[in-house]
C-alpha cells in the first residue's frame, strides 16, 4: 500500500499531467497561423515569422512575405531578424552566468570593473551596482543618451557612449523610479566583456549562442552575404512599402549590441524560449544556468506602472521589470515579455511560464500597433479568452483608444517658411553638447541648415513655423521633427535647446537632453 506522501505525489503527478493534456486538446495550429495571416492582411506587412513553444514543444512555425518586399525571398524559419531590446534578456543572462562562475556579484559596484565609469553625481557613481544597470532605475530620463545610439550609422563608438554618461542630468532620484533606458545596457556589456576579458560579442556567442546551438544568431560585425537569408527593415512611404536602413555587406559592431543589436532567427528564438520554460529543476553544475540566477532574472527588482490597458485588456494586477525581462500577469496567470524596436523591424517574445508557452514574433515592416494586437490576439488563445478576441477585436480597441485620445496632432507638420535673418540670428553658429557634441547652425544655399558633426543623418532645414524655429530633417530615417529653442530668446544667445516637436514621440529622439552652448561662428 502507498504511502500518504506517494500517494500525494502520484495525485500531483496525474494533475500536472491532466493540465497538459487539456492545453495540447486546446492547441490549434490552424486557429493560430489564421491569426498571423490576418494580422499579414491587414497591416501590410512585408514579412513575418511567427512561432508558439507548447511543453516544450514548437507546435507553430508560421511565416509569410519576403526578406525585401517584391524581391521574391521568402521568409523562413531561418531567417535573420533583429530583436532590437529583445537582446537585453541575452545580456543580462551572459552576466547571470558570470555570477554563477564567481567572476562577479550582482551587488558589485560598477567602478570595481570598469574604473573610469562616472555618472553625473558622484554619489551614484559610487553606490551603482551591477544589478542597477538591468532595471532602468537610474534617475535618467526615457531614452537618455540614446541620440548616441540612434539613427544609426553614427559616429560615436562604445567608449563614447559611456564616457557621455556623465554629462547626462537626470530627471529624478537615483532608484526612485521607472524610467526605459539602453546606454546602461551598453554599460553592462562592457563590464561582462571587462571581467571576460573578451569583446562583448565574442562573450555572448561563447555563453550563449553556441552552448544553446541558437547557431543563426549573429553579434559584432558580420558578412550579410556570407551569413544570408537577412530580413530588411521596411517603411510605409507614400503609400508604398519600401526598404529603409537597409544592410551593407558588412554589419558593422554598432555600440548598441548589448542594449538591442543581436540579430536571430525564428528556431534561435523558439530555442531561447524553451530555454526559459524548461523546468526540469536541473540545479547540477553542468546546468546551462543555476535556478537561483533563473529566479534573480524573473524576481521584479523595480515596479513599473500598471498602465490602463493592461487592466482592461488582461486584468493585470502588477507590473515590474526584472534583469531583461518584463513581468506582469494576464488573466490570472503569470507572463514574462519583452519587445524589440528599431525603425523597420519588430519583434515580441511572451512567455505563460505556468501554461508552458512561448510566442516569438518578428516584422521586418513599421508594425507596432500590428505586433500588438497579434501578440495579444495569440496570448488569449492561451488564457482562456480566446472566444471572440481575434486581430479585428483587439485593432478595433485601439482604434478606438485613439478615437477617445485628446492628441492635439501636435506631431504632424504645419506649415512652414523660410525664417528671417532676425528671427535667426540668435541660434546661427556652431554649438556643442558636451556627450552628443558639435553642430553646426549655419547658411547652405538659400536657407540655414542644422548639421550634426558626428550624427550625419541628424542634417536638417531650420524653418520657421507659428513664429517658432524647427527643424526639419532631410533623411526620410529620421520621422521625429524637432524645435529650435534659444536661450536667451532675444540678443544674443548663450545656450541651444532642443525639443520633440510631437512630444509622445519615439523617446529615443531624447532632443530634450542636450544642452549646446556657443563654440564658434560659422566656418
Same mark, same amino acid.
Given at each position: ?126 553606490? +551603482? ?88 544568431? $549573429? ?12 530580413? $530588411? ?17 558588412? +554589419? ?82 503569470? @507572463? ?22 512561448? +510566442? ?83 547658411? $547652405? ?11 550625419? @543623418? ?66
Amino acid at each position: 500500500m502507498p504511502t500518504r506522501v506517494a500517494r500525494w505525489m502520484l495525485i500531483a503527478c496525474l494533475a500536472v499531467a491532466g493540465q497538459a493534456g487539456a492545453r495540447e486538446a486546446q492547441i490549434d495550429p490552424a486557429r493560430l497561423a489564421s491569426l498571423v495571416d490576418d494580422a499579414v492582411a491587414r497591416y501590410a506587412l512585408p514579412g513575418i515569422a511567427v512561432g508558439v513553444v507548447v511543453d516544450g514543444e514548437v507546435v507553430l512555425r508560421h511565416m509569410r512575405g519576403e526578406l525585401r518586399a517584391g524581391q521574391g525571398e521568402p521568409v523562413d524559419a531561418a531567417t535573420l531578424f533583429k530583436i532590437a531590446s529583445n537582446s537585453k534578456a541575452m545580456t543580462a543572462a551572459v552576466l547571470a552566468r558570470q555570477v554563477d562562475a564567481g567572476l562577479l556579484r550582482w551587488d558589485d559596484p560598477v567602478v570595481r570593473h570598469l574604473p573610469d565609469f562616472r555618472m553625473a553625481d558622484d554619489w551614484v557613481t559610487r553606490e +551603482i551596482q551591477v544589478r542597477d544597470l538591468l532595471i532602468h532605475n537610474s534617475g535618467l530620463g526615457p531614452g537618455a543618451g540614446d541620440l548616441m545610439l540612434w539613427p544609426s550609422p553614427n559616429r560615436f563608438t562604445r567608449s563614447d557612449v559611456i564616457h557621455g554618461l556623465r554629462h547626462l542630468q537626470p530627471r529624478w532620484s537615483f532608484r526612485s523610479r521607472y524610467a526605459y533606458d539602453n546606454t546602461l545596457y551598453i554599460v553592462a556589456g562592457e563590464v561582462a566583456a571587462a571581467v571576460a576579458g573578451v569583446p562583448f560579442d565574442v562573450l555572448v556567442r561563447r555563453e550563449i549562442f553556441e552552448p544553446l546551438a541558437m547557431t543563426r544568431c $549573429q553579434a559584432g560585425s558580420w558578412s550579410r552575404d556570407a551569413v544570408g537569408n537577412v530580413a $530588411q527593415p521596411h517603411a510605409r512611404i507614400d503609400g508604398r512599402t519600401v526598404v529603409v536602413r537597409a544592410d551593407d555587406t558588412t +554589419i558593422p559592431d554598432e555600440p548598441m549590441m548589448a542594449a538591442g543589436g543581436l540579430r536571430c532567427s525564428l528556431d534561435d528564438m523558439l530555442r531561447w524560449a524553451q530555454v526559459w520554460l524548461d523546468a526540469s529543476g536541473d540545479d547540477s553544475e553542468q546546468a546551462w544556468l543555476s535556478q537561483a540566477q533563473r529566479d534573480a532574472a524573473w524576481t521584479a527588482h523595480m515596479p513599473i506602472p500598471l498602465s490602463p490597458r493592461m487592466r482592461a485588456w488582461d486584468r493585470s494586477h502588477f507590473s515590474a521589470y526584472g534583469y531583461g525581462w518584463r513581468l506582469t500577469d494576464v488573466d490570472g496567470t503569470s @507572463k514574462v515579455s519583452h519587445t524589440g524596436t528599431l525603425k523597420g523591424m519588430y519583434s515580441a517574445l511572451t512567455l505563460l511560464p505556468e501554461r508552458g508557452v512561448g +510566442i516569438v514574433v518578428l516584422i521586418n515592416g513599421d508594425a507596432d500597433e500590428a505586433r500588438t494586437v497579434l501578440m495579444q490576439a495569440l496570448v488569449k488563445q492561451f488564457t482562456g479568452a480566446a472566444g471572440s478576441h481575434d486581430v479585428a477585436y483587439y485593432a478595433g480597441l485601439l482604434a478606438a483608444e485613439r478615437a477617445d485620445s485628446d492628441a492635439s496632432g501636435s506631431g504632424a507638420r504645419g506649415p512652414a517658411r523660410a525664417p528671417t535673418a532676425a528671427e535667426t540670428a540668435n541660434v546661427v553658429g556652431r554649438w556643442r553638447d558636451p556627450w552628443f557634441g558639435s553642430v553646426d547652425v549655419c547658411p $547652405q544655399g538659400d536657407g540655414l541648415s542644422f548639421v550634426s558633426e558626428r550624427s550625419p @543623418k541628424l542634417h536638417g532645414d531650420v524653418v520657421a513655423v507659428d513664429g517658432r524655429l524647427q527643424v526639419r530633417w532631410r533623411d526620410t530615417d529620421v520621422d521625429v521633427d524637432a524645435w529650435l529653442i534659444a536661450s536667451p530668446a532675444q540678443g544674443s544667445a548663450t545656450a541651444l535647446h532642443m525639443a520633440k516637436v510631437d512630444p509622445d514621440a519615439d523617446f529615443s529622439y531624447d532632443f530634450e537632453d542636450l544642452a549646446f552652448v556657443r563654440e564658434s561662428d560659422c566656418r
